[in-house]
Nanobody
Framework: DVQLVESGGGSVQAGGSLRLSCVAS????????VGWFRQAPGKEREGVAS???????YYTHSVKGRFTISQDNNKNTIYLQMNDLKPEDTATYYC?????????????????WGQGTQVTVS
């Protein structure tokens, strides 16, 4: 079975930083697209950042220059470094892999999802 387990969420003040991790098991993220998504209460899930098969990173406009996505293939782990956090970044953050096609920041483009980790910025 494929499992993605996120960690690193928490509560921080505006301007603070957090680093989210997502460990994959039962599935190798090497050479596959991976992504981070978030969902705030009452809102649709949105793409935050993704990495394509060539290692190119993509970001939604609101996090460019503040967030950095990376992956360690040896550890089968995806990271999201979040700096200069803002209250509007408050959401549950999910990692995803198992790209099936379509927009790299589109939630419908991924097959496997983690359970999410909460990020609260005050």
């Amino acid at each position: 079975d494929v499992q993605l387990v996120e960690s690193g969420g928490g509560s921080v003040q505006a301007g603070g930083s957090l680093r989210l991790s997502c460990v994959a098991s039962g599935y190798s993220i090497r050479n596959y697209c991976v992504g981070w998504f978030r969902q705030a209460p009452g809102k649709e899930r949105e793409g935050v950042a993704s990495i394509d098969r060539d290692g190119t990173a993509y970001y939604t406009h609101s996090v460019k220059g503040r967030f950095t996505i990376s992956q360690d293939n040896n550890k089968n782990t995806i990271y999201l470094q979040m700096n200069d956090l803002k209250p509007e970044d408050t959401a549950t953050y999910y990692c995803a892999t198992g790209y099936v096609g379509g927009a790299l920041l589109g939630p419908q483009s991924y097959r496997y999802w983690g359970q999410g980790t909460q990020v609260t910025v005050s």
